[in-house]
C-alpha cells in the first residue's frame, strides 16, 4: 500500500499538520523543527519524511545543512483543507448513528 | 473505499454540499435532529431550546469546567417530518457567520437513509473559514496532547 503519497493521508495527523505549520512561516533544518516538539527525533524525521515523499515539504541544501520548506503549489492543492473537514462530520455522523442505534434496540 | 460522508466543495464557490448515508430508517434519522435528547447525545452538546417547527428557533451551548466553549442558535424555516429542514445555523465567537443550510431527508430502503446538506456561506470567505476550522481543531489537539505530556513528566 503506498498510502505515504497520498496527501490527505499526510496531512490527517496533527503531528504533520503542526510541522507544516511551523515550517509555513520559514525554511528550517531537522533538528530545529524537532526541536519544536516533544516527540523522539525519529519520529519527526519519520514525518518529515512522509511529508516530503508526498510533497508537502521541500528539501533545500544550504552550505552543509538541509532545509525543509513548504511547497506553496502542493499546500495549494490542499488550501480548502477539506479532509479534517470531512473527518469531523463523519465522526459527528458516526456518533449520531450509534446514538440511533442505541436507541432502536432499546424500543 | 466508498466513504460513507462526502463533501462537495467547489472552488471559489460559498456554499458546500455534505452527503451522508445512514444504516437508520429515515424515521430515526429526522428524529436525531429534531428531537432535543437526541441533539444533545450525539452533538455533544446541551440543548437549551429546540422548537423543531416552522418559525421555531434552536439554541446550543457547550461548557467545559464551568467555560462556555460552543454556542450555536438559529431559526427554522421549514421543517417537514422525515423529509426536510430549512434552518440558520451560527456559531458565536466565530468568524464565520450566519449559515443558511438545507437538510433533505431521504429513504433509501426500510432500514437506510441518505442526508443531504447544503450549507451556504455569506461569502468564499467565510465558507474558507469554516474549513480551517476543524484543521485548526487538530493543531490544539496536537498542542494539548504535547501539553498533557509535559506535565506528566513533571
Known sequence: MNFRRDVFQAISDPTRRAILLLVATQAMTAGAIASNFDTARPTVSKHLQILTECELLKKEQNGREIHYQVNANKMKEVADFIEPFRQMWDNRFNKLEAVMKNYQSKK | ?154
Open chain 2, 1 to 154: 473505499m466508498e466513504q460513507k460522508t462526502n463533501i462537495a466543495a467547489e472552488e471559489g464557490k460559498q456554499d458546500l454540499t455534505i452527503t451522508r448515508t445512514f444504516d437508520l430508517p429515515v424515521e430515526l434519522l429526522f428524529k436525531a435532529y429534531t428531537e432535543s435528547e437526541f441533539v444533545a447525545q450525539w452533538m455533544g452538546t446541551k440543548v437549551l431550546k429546540l422548537e423543531s417547527q416552522k418559525h421555531g428557533s434552536y439554541q446550543f451551548e457547550t461548557s467545559h469546567n464551568g467555560n462556555v466553549v460552543f454556542s450555536a442558535e438559529g431559526t427554522i424555516h421549514e421543517c417537514v417530518p422525515n423529509q426536510q429542514i430549512i434552518r440558520t445555523f451560527e456559531m458565536l465567537n466565530m468568524p464565520i457567520g450566519v449559515q443558511l443550510e438545507f437538510l433533505n431527508f431521504e429513504k433509501l430502503t426500510e432500514e437506510t437513509s441518505k442526508l443531504t446538506i447544503q450549507i451556504i456561506y455569506k461569502s468564499v470567505e467565510h465558507r474558507q473559514e469554516q474549513l480551517k476550522m476543524p484543521f485548526a481543531y487538530g493543531l490544539n489537539m496536537a498542542h494539548d496532547r504535547l501539553q498533557e505530556f509535559l506535565i506528566k513528566l513533571k
